[in-house]
């Protein structure tokens, strides 16, 4: 999608800070961090939220989740315990509508989270 910020950064037309790629996702990290860990991870075909690219393509959520937890571990988060959370739907504070998922750790985190 051409007016999508995330497409926009898969394509390399925005820039951002680069954690790991696979053949099919990017993990970035997050312009405005909430945590001293805060990495987003998109897969590069677009897919407006968690539950569309669920039933698109299971695969290739597989696969974002695998990511999430190698961006974890190579954060050095994957020990003292991390969250992975997919906003959905404006309520939910989703701003961007091309799936992804923020891996946030670092520090204690909140539950329930706000
Ligand atoms: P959400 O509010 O769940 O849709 O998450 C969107 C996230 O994208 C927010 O945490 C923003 O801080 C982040 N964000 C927005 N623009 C950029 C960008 N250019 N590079 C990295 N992260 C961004
Ligand atoms: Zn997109």
Request: proline letters at 6%; a negative charge; glycine letters at 10%.
């Amino acid at each position: 999608m051409t007016d999508c910020l995330f497409c926009k950064i898969v394509s390399g037309d925005v820039p951002a800070k680069i954690v790991r790629e696979s053949d099919r996702t990017v993990a970035f990290r997050d312009i405005n961090p909430q945590a001293p860990t805060h990495v987003l991870v998109i897969p590069r075909d677009h897919h407006p939220n968690v539950a569309a690219l669920a039933a698109a393509d299971a695969e290739l959520l597989a696969e974002l989740l695998r990511e999430a937890g190698q961006v974890a571990a190579g954060e050095g988060i994957d020990g003292t315990g991390y969250r992975v959370v997919f906003n959905t739907g404006a309520q939910a504070g989703q701003t961007v509508f091309h799936v992804h998922a923020h891996v946030l750790g670092g520090r204690g985190l909140n539950w329930p989270p706000g």
